[in-house]
């Protein structure tokens, strides 16, 4: 069982920068694919950035491309978020997730995925 817990969440300006952390504890973390997701009110789940462990592999939604950027260190079985260039349309619980399925973009984390628990990332205009 992976537990999942995000932190660095926050109220921010437009054009400004956040940095989401996400720690996994439970299971062998080189083994996961880690993801960042999305939630504003009113609106579905949604994908925002993806990595694969061992190559390091990236991939993101097109909304966020160039201003979003998600690392890991695997040495802290932590998973980042690195967000510059806010909008207030980026505002949204964001979850942190994990999956053994290196299958599909974004499905293998809602099919048989791991949640945290949420972060609230607030951007004003």
């Known amino acids: 069982q992976v537990q999942l817990v995000e932190s660095g969440g926050g109220s921010v300006q437009a054009g400004g920068s956040l940095r989401l952390s996400c720690a996994a504890s439970?299971?062998?973390?080189?083994?996961?694919?880690m993801g960042w997701f999305r939630q504003a009110p009113g609106k579905e789940r949604g994908g925002v950035a993806a990595?694969?462990?061992?190559?390091?592999?990236?991939y993101y939604a097109d909304s966020v491309k160039g201003r979003f950027t998600i690392s890991q260190d695997n040495a802290k079985n932590t998973v980042y978020l690195q967000m510059n260039s806010l909008k207030p349309e980026d505002t949204a619980m964001y979850y942190c997730a994990a999956t053994t399925s290196y299958r599909d973009n974004w499905a293998a984390f809602f099919r048989s995925g791991y949640w945290g628990q949420g972060t609230q990332v607030t951007v004003s205009s």
């Open positions: 990595i694969y462990p061992g190559d390091g592999r990236t």
């Open positions: 439970g299971y062998t973390y080189s083994t996961l694919r």
